[in-house]
């Protein structure tokens, strides 16, 4: 099972978007199967009331991991660690439409948004 995580550097600039997920996702079945790839992001669902205080924030802890050499390689004080475009409660609805935009199949598109998951569960927890 691979889990796609919706991260920032699905892309070189550190500013993913959604389409980038798309991509990971269709590159990722073409590899491996549509039967052994879903979600893998542990991020929130949670919508952020004011990104802009959010990403001040962020930038800060961003510049403090900087300072003690802790920091993500590419990793700027203006990277979320998040798809911007993707995020809040409304995310996977979204997503499961760009797949059908890109040619996913209702079957196909199930199974990467959780399907495979539970069937890899099942297997391993069963």
Known sequence: YVGVYF????NLSGHAHAEDVVAHIAHAVNVCGED????GTDGSVSAIDDLQAY????????EGRAKAGIGA????????PF??????PEQFRKLEGLLKAK????????????LNFLAYAREIWG
């Open 7 to 10: 991260m920032p550097f699905l």
């Open 36 to 39: 052994h790839v879903g979600i």
């Open 55 to 62: 990403q001040s924030h962020l930038a800060a802890e961003i």
């Open 73 to 80: 390689k590419g990793e700027r004080p203006d990277t979320s």
């Open 83 to 88: 798809v911007v475009d993707l995020r809040g």
């Open 103 to 114: 040619g996913f199949t209702e079957r196909p598109i199930d199974k990467v948004m959780g």
